[in-house]
């Protein structure tokens, strides 16, 4: 399993290393080390997509989170039809990564998406070219993004909010079990000190009484086990 993991992993790095002309297999791939790295931070266009990138990954991961964790307590609560609400959650994250891309691009569609029929109505000379903007076309992913996951990650809430009551419950039993045997040996030791009592009230001389308390008579060497 490394093996079939790593490999690819390892071959696409050593061929990073090389200059490669792809369609033109006879001008072979002298090796450049680290040049295309070079090239690749001082490129612009490559920057931009770094930043938009990272502006993405936690901009809809905190997003997921925050939504997720709203789902798990809306479904976590008992309510009629939780059943049926908790089936309709997953079905965004069922449907295929494709299908979903497809149906946003649906959606907001410049000339005959929903969101322009549901603004605009039939003036379609008012349609709007939501996707032709950069910025109105990386919030749409966003959310397209947030829709599909948001479910994922209130399973994941749920699962780990089971695992943490779960870990609870058991940390409780074994206080409880420590408990439980201390309070065992405490008793012992009361009905061993009661009885000790009883019998010293009840002795009739310090014979008895030494006896009862295991001390040695005067002038005997008291011994471990006498």
């Known amino acids: 399993t490394m093996v079939f993991a790593l490999y690819p992993v390892l071959d696409s790095l050593w061929l990073s290393l090389h200059n490669i002309f792809i369609g033109l297999p006879q001008l072979g791939s002298p090796f ?3 040049d295309n790295y070079v090239a690749l931070l001082r490129d612009p266009v490559a ?7 990272l502006a993405f990954v936690g901009l809809s991961t905190i997003l997921e989170l925050a939504c997720g964790l709203i789902i798990a307590l809306v479904i976590h609560e008992r309510f009629r039809g939780r059943g049926l609400v908790r089936a309709a959650i997953l079905i965004p994250w069922a449907i295929p990564t494709v299908v979903a891309s497809q149906l946003w691009r649906y959606i907001f569609n410049d000339q005959y998406g929903f969101a322009n029929l549901l603004l605009f109505g039939e003036r379609v000379t008012d349609y709007v070219p939501w996707l032709a903007y950069p910025g109105v076309a990386f919030g749409i992913v966003v959310l397209a993004d947030v829709w599909k996951s948001s479910s994922f990650a209130a399973l994941l809430i749920l699962a780990l909010g089971i695992m943490l009551l779960l870990a609870g419950v058991r ?15 405490y008793e012992f030791m009361y009905r061993v000190f009661r009885s ?3 019998r010293l009230e009840l002795a009739q001389d310090d014979a008895d009484r030494r ?4 001390l040695p008579a005067p002038g005997e060497q008291h011994t471990l086990g006498a």
């Open 32 to 34: 450049v080390g680290l």
């Open 211 to 214: 006896r009862i308390l295991l």
């Open 196 to 198: 000790a009592r009883r």
């Open 171 to 185: 940390q409780a039993y074994a206080h409880r079990t420590a408990e439980s045997e201390l309070m065992k040996q």
């Open 47 to 53: 920057q931009q997509a770094l930043v938009v990138t």
